[in-house]
Protein backbone atom coordinates (compact mmCIF):
# COMPACT_ATOMS: atom_id res chain seq x y z
CA UNK A 1 0.00 0.00 0.00
CA UNK A 2 1.07 3.58 -0.44
CA UNK A 3 2.43 5.53 2.93
CA UNK A 4 3.51 9.15 3.21
CA UNK A 5 6.68 10.18 5.01
CA UNK A 6 6.84 13.88 6.41
CA UNK A 7 10.21 15.85 7.04
CA UNK A 8 11.88 18.84 8.33
CA UNK A 9 10.16 19.61 11.98
CA UNK A 10 12.74 20.35 14.15
CA UNK A 11 13.04 23.59 17.36
CA UNK A 12 13.11 27.22 16.34
CA UNK A 13 12.79 30.76 18.04
CA UNK A 14 9.94 32.64 17.71
CA UNK A 15 10.37 34.32 14.31
CA UNK A 16 12.34 31.43 12.35
CA UNK A 17 11.31 29.40 9.64
CA UNK A 18 10.93 25.82 8.84
CA UNK A 19 10.04 23.58 5.01
CA UNK A 20 8.40 20.32 5.73
CA UNK A 21 8.15 17.73 3.19
CA UNK A 22 6.19 15.22 2.73
CA UNK A 23 6.30 12.20 0.03
CA UNK A 24 4.03 9.74 -0.89
CA UNK A 25 5.62 6.02 -2.22
CA UNK A 26 4.53 2.67 -3.06
CA UNK A 27 1.41 1.63 -5.19
CA UNK A 28 -0.17 4.62 -6.08
CA UNK A 29 -2.35 5.28 -8.74
CA UNK A 30 -4.10 8.93 -8.23
CA UNK A 31 -3.71 11.41 -5.73
CA UNK A 32 -6.15 13.90 -5.39
CA UNK A 33 -5.78 16.01 -2.02
CA UNK A 34 -2.57 16.71 -0.61
CA UNK A 35 -2.10 19.28 2.93
CA UNK A 36 -1.18 19.44 6.46
CA UNK A 37 -3.06 18.82 9.52
CA UNK A 38 -1.36 19.91 13.22
CA UNK A 39 -1.75 18.82 16.62
CA UNK A 40 -0.88 20.65 19.49
CA UNK A 41 -0.84 19.47 23.28
CA UNK A 42 -4.44 18.98 24.76
CA UNK A 43 -6.16 20.69 21.23
CA UNK A 44 -7.59 18.40 18.28
CA UNK A 45 -6.45 17.93 14.95
CA UNK A 46 -6.59 21.22 12.78
CA UNK A 47 -6.68 21.91 9.02
CA UNK A 48 -3.56 24.14 8.31
CA UNK A 49 -3.11 23.89 4.45
CA UNK A 50 -4.84 21.67 1.93
CA UNK A 51 -3.89 21.86 -2.19
CA UNK A 52 -5.61 20.04 -4.80
CA UNK A 53 -3.93 18.00 -7.29
CA UNK A 54 -5.29 21.26 -9.84
CA UNK A 55 -3.25 23.81 -7.46
CA UNK A 56 -6.69 24.99 -5.65
CA UNK A 57 -5.20 25.82 -2.09
CA UNK A 58 -7.45 25.78 1.38
CA UNK A 59 -5.77 27.57 4.17
CA UNK A 60 -5.98 28.21 7.85
CA UNK A 61 -6.45 31.69 9.04
CA UNK A 62 -4.24 31.33 11.30
CA UNK A 63 -1.39 31.08 8.87
CA UNK A 64 -2.34 32.72 6.03
CA UNK A 65 0.55 35.36 5.13
CA UNK A 66 3.08 33.20 7.02
CA UNK A 67 2.96 29.40 5.41
CA UNK A 68 2.64 28.45 1.82
CA UNK A 69 1.85 25.11 0.83
CA UNK A 70 2.73 23.43 -3.02
CA UNK A 71 3.39 20.23 -4.57
CA UNK A 72 5.19 18.60 -6.89
CA UNK A 73 2.85 16.04 -8.53
CA UNK A 74 5.26 14.62 -10.30
CA UNK A 75 7.18 13.44 -7.50
CA UNK A 76 4.35 13.06 -5.32
CA UNK A 77 5.40 15.39 -2.81
CA UNK A 78 3.90 18.00 -0.44
CA UNK A 79 5.62 21.28 1.22
CA UNK A 80 4.74 23.63 3.50
CA UNK A 81 7.03 26.45 3.83
CA UNK A 82 6.12 27.97 7.08
CA UNK A 83 7.60 31.70 7.99
CA UNK A 84 7.70 33.91 11.14
CA UNK A 85 6.79 31.04 13.39
CA UNK A 86 5.20 31.31 16.46
CA UNK A 87 4.88 29.90 19.83
CA UNK A 88 1.31 28.91 19.23
CA UNK A 89 2.32 27.16 16.07
CA UNK A 90 4.07 24.70 18.45
CA UNK A 91 2.10 21.15 16.71
CA UNK A 92 3.08 18.11 15.11
CA UNK A 93 1.97 17.76 11.54
CA UNK A 94 0.63 15.44 9.48
CA UNK A 95 0.25 15.45 6.06
CA UNK A 96 -2.50 13.74 4.21
CA UNK A 97 -3.71 12.16 1.39
CA UNK A 98 -6.29 11.58 -0.54
CA UNK A 99 -5.47 8.72 -2.84
CA UNK A 100 -6.12 5.68 -4.96
CA UNK A 101 -3.81 2.81 -5.01
CA UNK A 102 -5.26 1.71 -8.64
CA UNK A 103 -7.28 2.14 -11.17
CA UNK A 104 -9.82 -0.24 -9.80
CA UNK A 105 -8.93 1.11 -6.10
CA UNK A 106 -11.60 3.56 -4.15
CA UNK A 107 -9.93 6.69 -2.79
CA UNK A 108 -8.72 7.09 0.52
CA UNK A 109 -7.17 9.13 3.12
CA UNK A 110 -3.64 8.30 3.90
CA UNK A 111 -2.00 9.68 7.11
CA UNK A 112 2.00 10.64 7.52
CA UNK A 113 3.62 9.46 10.97
CA UNK A 114 3.59 13.03 11.95
CA UNK A 115 6.84 15.72 12.67
CA UNK A 116 7.56 17.26 15.64
CA UNK A 117 7.49 21.29 14.99
CA UNK A 118 8.68 23.35 18.11
CA UNK A 119 8.82 26.61 18.11
CA UNK A 120 10.60 28.81 21.56
CA UNK A 121 9.71 32.48 22.41
Known amino acids: QAQLVESGGGLVQAGGSLRLSCSAS????????MGWYRQAPGKQRELVAV???????TQADSVKGRFTISRDNAKNTVYLQMNSLQPEDTAVYYC???????????????WGQGTQVTVSS
Open 96 to 110: NADLRSSRWARSSEY
Open 51 to 57: ISRGGTI
Open 26 to 33: GIIFNIND
